[in-house]
């Protein structure tokens, strides 16, 4: 079991960074893998990015590939989501999750956080 708070959301500009950051409890984090999913207003949420236990593996979604950074510190079970260049269209509630594997779908992530508002104003 894992209880996941994510914090780190705000309002900025766009073109702006933010950094969010998700602190797990729990003593097998290392073991897990970490997601990130966003859910925009009126939209299905989606994948952002993924880490592996090892943090060798790292999926992105082609719409944020370049412009945001998945990391981990197991030392201090958090992980984060470095985001560069804001739009506007990465407006949205962001949600961590954990799971066995770093899946893109959500329906394999059996925890999650509350989620953290991200809004890039234009």
């Known amino acids: 079991q894992v209880q996941l708070v994510e914090s780190g959301g705000g309002l900025v500009q766009a073109g702006d960074s933010l950094r969010l950051s998700c602190l797990a409890s729990g003593h097998t984090f290392s073991s897990y893998a970490l997601g990130w999913f966003r859910q925009a207003p009126g939209k299905e949420r989606e994948f952002v990015a993924a880490?592996?236990?090892?943090?060798?593996?790292?999926p992105y979604a082609d719409s944020v590939k370049g412009r945001f950074t998945i990391s981990r510190d197991n030392a201090k079970n958090t992980v984060y989501l470095q985001m560069n260049s804001l739009k506007s269209e990465d407006t949205a509630i962001y949600f961590c999750?954990?799971?066995?594997?770093?899946?893109?779908?959500?329906?394999?992530?059996?925890?999650w956080g509350q989620g953290t508002q991200v809004t890039v104003s234009s």
């Open positions: 880490i592996d236990a090892g943090a060798s593996y790292t």
């Open positions: 999750a954990a799971s066995s594997h770093p899946f893109s779908v959500d329906y394999h992530y059996p925890y």
